[in-house]
């Protein structure tokens, strides 16, 4: 057995066979459902909410408003570590409004019925009342340092200044200096399986919540805390999931309304989110006006950047934080002296952000890579070239960034090298048909592991730690193990290279080991699924708590066997020694009475640094080559070809690393090109189903090319970085540059903005006319 | 989502008197062919009919060729054009059409061309291909049956010249002796979006053929017989003269993209039409 075959994973069968089970499976006895009534408008004081009708519809059980919500649970509690630490304000919200709505879609009442149905009709006929106030929906006047009118300062919720050097005083002296803007569109995320929350209590007054979850112990903690309970009085189950893209993680105030209803009603209650609902939440949205100074070589010096981050309505959830992730993330892959970003974060009148795959860390790779682009189109450069001149190289590792992230492991130039001939098919022009080539390269390095408050440290500066993650492995009566850990699967398998590290280190096969997730009475406490930590950090944990049992059940067989623990070999199903003598594990078991579960933490622990705080772990990085064909007829964008190199350290399983990139690279297509969340000019969501929120299907993109080039993490326990969020960012960086080297060619403006949708290409391709 | 009873009237007689008697009573009916527009709006409220009459047991699941005509019952869906061999032979467009229809296999089984024309989308494929063919449409209520152009069945943007209580009963197209060279071409931004700009080209005795455009003007825009070198200046000069009030947009594009890019989806039906027969 290597550590990296090709093996399926564990329960592909069950999702294929339909078998599986999600949260609109479950339907205990006496289930009732809930439906939400959201606000119509982007900023309105609520003069009343008239709930008779809809306890006159047939079915419905109950209605309750943000007054009666109020009296039964408090404030939501911000999620997700210190804001303060990052410069950023500690929201707390009631899960529903009382006094005003901030956004078309904000909840404001809840109506619970026999059938989901009934509720949806309830929730159609509450009336509410609306005074409306002034809506801030362009946060354009943000742009800049100026201080601001205190009406719009009150909209900031963070700032952010990210420095390196003196910027001013390098661009001052550059021999080049580019003036450049970008912009990304809000987007959201579109995982299969929409939201759903399960609750029902027992007579003891404990709460059980199943829920499509990607943080079941932080769901735990905040229920609790609304509630009022003890964490122990809480038990939350995650059954299987259907992707979550950081939409599933906690601070969504569905969560507790859901555990209210049940309480109130004396019944199981559930909720499921419908597609338009799923597709409120969005982010990644940012303005960048920049400011790049270089030399004659290509070689950058300076880089100055206002930016701007319009994060919807301001929530408990961890949304705004992508922003300072955004700052935090210049210079990307290049090493720039002379840094100065300065960032603003504001609340607007549309629906709140949530995480977004990427986590903020894609927009600076599609502004680099454009920069780096531009410079050499400048100069006359090779676009690969300019890169090379400017890349992070591996003599300067470990490279502190200017935010204090520190890239401890890469050889950005080797994933350069590979993807830059790649894909060189003879594809060329056809000016006949109107039909334009066009290639382009990105590079991206993606801190991962979570921990992202980087901070130079000194007096008064707060310390940061790292966060653990555990795992439980025991032996059970049939001589199988159980895997137990904090750790869970959005859908993306990871509890497959759970169990195979787990038997690894048992001497067995994956099928002899049962993974457990998502369970807090179960599983020891963890971060469930978020920043690429699953198998990076999890899977230490797991490595180390098999370990442990494998010492332990050698030595209780070497007492019962009469031998010496260290002649003893652990194999499938039995330990033997090396005179024939043996014991099969369920025999062990039966006569040791068990042996007990290990349990371990884990924690990557990156060198101290007293000059800095705690930060991201570990860096993954990759190098990707895009091709398209621009219809110069129409404006039209075909994906050709993709490839991409990609150094997650160790490949732990390439099956499911790969999953994770052909996922991500889908998503950096799908930015680039089509995806776009859009409001009306009264704030309400325009894009509220597949229909009009274009996200690539397969006929729409490239068989990709993927390499690994393996850098191990230096301060992990396997050398893996984490495979969960590349590829967003460079494949989108990477698309936007192709699609500006056919419209360049044909005299076009720069790619500026993504998506590239045909109407924004069209009009790159016709600067002077009107075609939008 | 409001409360509606469902009917499957057993013949179309039984499904225009359903539709009298509930409009009689003050009810609104809402028929369903495929329903692969209309039930998700059912499900998002924004259509509250208070009788649904779904034709799927009305026995217009057929195509008949008669002389001079066939005729596609409102419940054929593309899926049963694109296996019909008598369509493929003689309505080349349509067959080609209803093999392009955004959404796959499970839109394709299931979705009608009845239910496009009732549903009046101007940015379809329907629409516009129906007026290229010539189409007709026959109408059938309680007060007979009439046999409608479709240029004068589709009245605007989700609009038909449909009273409350008549349905659509089968779309005719005139076929000739020998089928007619065509050409489409479709734009759309993604596998999964609508389409955006369409033209739909048939060839004539004239020189050149005549182009239909979808996605331009609220309703079907068709364009005298022309040549392909005239095609980009025909477009334009049709397009100049269109009243503002006729000019289409929506989420995906506005007006002045389609304008931009009416020319080129032109010629390129043309060329098409030019390449199937060289």
Redesign the interface.
């Given at each position: 057995m290597t550590s990296s075959s090709r093996w399926p994973r564990t329960d592909a069968e069950s999702f294929v066979e339909g078998r599986a089970t999600f949260i609109d499976d479950l339907r205990p006895e006496g289930l009732a459902h809930l439906a939400v009534v959201r606000s119509t408008r982007p900023h309105a004081r609520i003069t009343g909410i008239d709930a008779v009708a809809a306890k006159a519809v047939d079915g419905v059980l109950r209605v309750v408003d943000g007054r009666e919500a109020r009296l039964h649970l408090r404030p939501m509690p911000y999620q997700f570590g210190e804001p303060e630490l990052i410069g950023g304000r500690r929201s707390s919200l009631e899960a529903l409004p009382v006094e005003r709505v901030r956004y078309v879609g904000e909840p404001v009442a809840v109506v619970v019925a026999e059938t989901a149905r009934a509720a949806r009709r309830g929730a159609a006929a509450v009336t509410v009342g609306y005074d409306d106030l002034p809506a801030l929906l362009d946060a354009g006047p943000f742009l800049g340092r100026d201080p601001l009118a205190p009406e719009l300062e009150r909209h900031v919720i963070a700032s952010h200044h990210v420095t390196a050097g003196d910027a001013a005083a390098a661009l001052a002296r550059a021999e080049h200096r580019l003036d450049l803007t970008f912009s990304v569109a809000r987007s959201t995320t579109a995982p299969i399986e929409p939201r759903g929350y399960l609750a029902s209590w027992d007579r003891a007054g404990r709460l059980t919540v199943q829920a499509s979850h990607q943080q079941p112990f932080q769901l735990r903690a905040e229920l609790a805390e609304i509630l009022g309970l003890a964490e122990a009085d809480v038990r939350v189950v995650v059954p299987h999931v259907g992707g979550a893209f950081g939409a599933k993680m906690t601070g969504q105030v569905e969560e507790p309304l859901v555990c209210l209803a049940s309480r109130l009603c004396g019944r199981p209650v559930k909720w499921i989110e419908s597609r338009e609902e799923c597709f409120l939440g969005g982010g990644r949205e940012q303005v960048h006006r920049l400011q790049v100074g270089f030399d004659a070589t290509g070689r950058v010096h300076a880089l100055r950047d206002d930016m701007v981050v319009p994060v919807g309505a301001e929530s408990v959830s961890p949304g705004w934080r992508q922003g300072w992730v955004s700052a935090a993330s210049f210079p990307t892959a290049y090493d720039v002296a002379h840094v100065d970003v300065h960032s603003r974060v504001v609340a607007t009148h549309v629906p709140p952000w949530h995480s977004c795959r990427g986590f903020g860390k894609e927009a600076p790779i599609f502004v680099m890579e454009r920069t780096m682009d531009l410079v050499g189109r400048r100069l006359g450069l090779d676009p690969a070239e300019v890169r090379r001149r400017n890349l992070v190289r591996p003599a300067q590792l470990p490279y502190r960034t200017p935010a204090g992230f520190l890239i401890d492991s890469a050889d950005l130039p080797a994933l350069l090298d590979r993807v830059a001939g790649a894909d060189d098919d003879g594809a060329r022009d056809d000016a006949g048909t109107g039909r334009f080539v066009g290639t382009g390269i990105a590079v991206e390095v993606t801190p991962e592991g979570g921990g992202h408050a980087a901070a130079r440290s000194g007096p008064g500066v707060p310390t940061t730690s790292a966060a653990p993650e555990s795992a439980a492995v025991a032996l059970t009566a049939d001589g199988r193990f159980e895997v137990r850990t904090g750790t869970t699967s959005p859908g993306s398998g990871n509890e497959t290279a759970l169990a195979r590290l787990a038997a690894d280190e048992l001497g067995t096969t994956r099928d002899a080991v049962t993974v457990v997730q998502g369970d807090t009475d179960r599983c020891p406490p963890g971060t469930g699924n978020a920043s690429s930590r699953a198998i990076a950090v999890g899977g230490p944990a797991v490595v180390l708590a098999a370990r442990g049992l494998a010492t332990a059940v050698r030595a209780a067989a070497a007492e019962l066997l009469g031998a010496d623990t260290d002649e003893l070999v652990l194999g499938a199903g039995a330990v033997a020694g090396p005179e024939g003598q043996q014991i099969t594990l369920a025999e062990l078991h039966r006569r040791t009475g068990g042996v007990p579960a290990c349990t371990r933490s884990y924690r990557p622990e990156p060198p101290e640094d007293p000059g800095y705080r705690y930060s991201y772990p570990y860096f993954s990085s990759a190098a990707y080559r895009a091709r398209v064909t621009v219809d110069a007829g129409t404006g039209a964008v075909r994906l050709d070809a993709l490839t991409a190199v990609h150094d997650c350290g160790r490949v732990v399983d390439p099956v499911l690393v790969e999953g994770q990139l052909h996922g991500a690279l889908a998503m950096g297509a799908g930015l680039a090109l089509s995806e776009a969340s859009r409001t009306d000019d009264a704030g309400a969501p325009a894009t509220r189903s597949f229909k009009e929120y274009l996200v690539p299907r397969a006929n729409d993109l490239p068989e990709f090319v993927l390499g690994h080039h393996e850098t191990p993490a230096p301060y992990t326990l396997l050398g893996a970085k984490g495979a969960g969020e590349a590829g967003v960012g460079g494949a989108l960086a990477a698309i936007a540059n192709a699609v500006d080297d056919a419209v360049g060619r044909l005299g076009g403006s720069p790619v500026t903005t993504v998506p590239l949708d045909p109407p924004t290409v069209l009009a790159l391709l016709h600067p002077d006319g009107d075609v939008r | 989502?409001?409360?509606y009873r469902t009917v499957l009237p057993p013949d179309p007689a039984a499904a225009a008197e359903q539709l009298a008697e509930t409009v009689t009573g003050g009810g609104t009916p809402l028929v369903i062919s495929g329903g692969t527009l209309a039930v998700?709006a059912l499900q998002?409220?924004e259509l509250t009919p208070t009788v649904l009459v779904d034709l799927h047991r009305a026995g217009l699941d057929t195509v008949v060729l008669h002389d001079g005509y066939v005729e596609i019952g409102a419940t054929v869906t593309y899926q049963r054009i694109l296996d019909s061999p008598a369509l493929a032979e003689r309505v080349p467009l349509l067959h080609r059409v209803a093999g392009g229809i955004t959404g796959g296999i499970q839109i394709r089984n299931q979705a009608t061309v009845a239910g496009a024309l009732c549903a009046a989308r101007p940015q379809s494929d329907a629409p516009a291909t129906a007026v290229a063919l010539g189409a007709r449409v026959v109408v059938r209520s309680v007060r007979g049956t009439r046999i409608v152009p479709v240029e004068e069945f589709l009245t605007g943007a989700g609009r038909t010249d449909l009273a409350a209580d008549e349905l659509v009963e089968a779309v005719r197209i005139p076929v000739g002796p020998a089928p007619r060279r065509c050409g489409y071409a479709k734009?759309k931004?993604?596998?999964?979006?609508?389409p955006?700009v369409t033209a739909a080209a048939l060839a004539t005795a004239a020189p050149g053929a005549t182009v239909v455009l979808g996605g331009v003007a609220v309703t079907p825009l068709r364009l005298p017989p022309t040549p392909p070198d005239r095609i980009g200046d025909v477009v334009a000069d049709r397009l100049a003269r269109l009243p503002p009030e006729q000019h289409w947009s929506d989420?995906?594009?506005?007006w002045?993209?389609r304008r931009?890019?009416a020319p080129?989806?032109a010629a390129?039906a043309l060329a098409a039409v030019a390449e199937e027969h060289p």
């Open positions: - | 989502m409001s409360p998700p998002r409220g734009l931004f993604a596998e999964s979006s609508w955006v989420l995906r594009a506005g002045a993209y931009s890019v080129t989806l390129r």
